[in-house]
Every structure is written in structure tokens, then in C-alpha cells.
């Protein structure tokens, strides 16, 4: 007959093993999530001026060079 024997862990050890699972598919998830939002709000002004235009490289793509007398509002 077989002999148990319990061996507690420690919680770290559990959260390490969760970490080690689920971290590079909820990072590959959360990369996704947050371009999917970013593409899909590039049309609000929020976005656009406050975090579009402050890239480096996409600032010149998404500045507006529409001249004051050609805007509606």
C-alpha cells in the first residue's frame, strides 16, 4: 500500500507556478487588448493630442495640419 505524505507550499511557490502558466498568454492577450483599443480610439481628439502625437516616430502621421479656416467647430 502506497504511503501519502502532505508537503505544504508555500503561497510564493504557488504564485510563482500560476506566473510561470498563465503570465505569457495573458501578456500576449494584453498587447492585443490595449492595440485594439489604442487603433480603435485613434479617431478621439483625447487620444490623438494627449498620447498619439507624443510618439516619437507616429507624431507627424497623426498631427492635424488642417488650416483653422477649414474646421467646422
Given at each position: 500500500m502506497a504511503r501519502l505524505s502532505f508537503q505544504p507550499t508555500p503561497p510564493?511557490?504557488?504564485a510563482s507556478t500560476l506566473?510561470?502558466?498563465w503570465g505569457p498568454?495573458?501578456?500576449?492577450w494584453g498587447v492585443g487588448?490595449?492595440?485594439a483599443a489604442l487603433f480603435l480610439?485613434?479617431?478621439t481628439p483625447v487620444v490623438?493630442?494627449?498620447l498619439l502625437?507624443?510618439?516619437p516616430m507616429l507624431g507627424n502621421y497623426?498631427?492635424?495640419k488642417t488650416p483653422a479656416s477649414d474646421k467646422p467647430f
Open positions: 510564493t511557490g504557488f506566473l510561470k502558466r498568454t495573458l501578456g500576449i487588448a490595449g492595440t480610439l485613434s479617431v490623438k493630442k494627449g502625437v507624443n510618439v497623426y498631427e492635424d
